[in-house]
């Protein structure tokens, strides 16, 4: 059973990190979706002087970068099984925000509003196993009780 559980957090890590890999290779795509995000109005001055520290760099591409960084090594975490439950609770809270910006279905009528909730689910059920993966951590320890006991 182990081997189980090892492939089965290898394949599911293969998701974040496909997808981080994707934002960090196109960071021009990746940063027009970002530019969605609207950065509240008591967080302008200090999104004003991150952008002056970067060299003028726009923060909508800053939120790319740092996106695809925490996809890919949050997923390198879990499909290592080194800091698997930290990488997993990162991610948690990465795909509910991801839920929230971009697949606000209750905002939307029709087709697209089916099309982003069934989207929305999908993001809850990636939740639903990246909470199992941060319930499991790194296995079980020799001296608790295995997956063999089933």
């Given at each position: 059973?182990?081997?189980?559980?090892?492939?089965?957090?290898?394949?599911?890590?293969?998701?974040?990190?496909f997808?981080g890999?994707n934002?960090?290779?196109?960071?021009?795509?990746t940063?027009?979706?970002t530019?969605?995000?609207?950065?509240?109005e008591m967080?302008?001055?200090?999104?004003?002087?991150l952008?002056?520290?970067?060299?003028g760099m726009?923060?909508?591409?800053?939120l790319?970068?740092?996106?695809?960084?925490t996809?890919?090594v949050?997923?390198?975490?879990?499909?290592l099984?080194?800091g698997?439950r930290f990488?997993?609770l990162?991610?948690?809270?990465f795909?509910a925000?991801?839920?929230?910006?971009y697949?606000?279905f209750?905002?939307?009528?029709?087709?697209?509003?089916?099309?982003?909730?069934?989207l929305a689910l999908?993001s809850?059920?990636?939740i639903?196993?990246?909470f199992?993966?941060?319930?499991?951590?790194?296995?079980?320890?020799a001296a608790?009780s295995?997956?063999?006991?089933?």
């Open positions: 059973m182990p081997a189980f559980i090892a492939l089965g957090r290898f394949l599911f890590s293969v998701l974040f990190i997808s890999a934002k960090l290779l196109d960071i021009a795509a940063t027009q979706l530019q969605k995000i609207a950065v509240p967080l302008a001055t200090y999104t004003s002087q952008e002056g520290l970067a060299g726009p923060f909508a591409q800053m790319a970068i740092g996106a695809g960084v996809e890919l949050c997923g390198l975490l879990i499909a099984n080194f698997a990488g997993s990162v991610l948690i809270l795909v925000a991801k839920i929230y910006y697949h606000d209750w905002n939307m009528d029709g087709v697209d509003a089916q099309n982003n909730m069934i999908k809850v059920s990636l639903g196993g990246l199992i993966v941060a319930g499991i951590g790194r296995g079980p320890r608790e295995s997956h063999l006991d089933v």
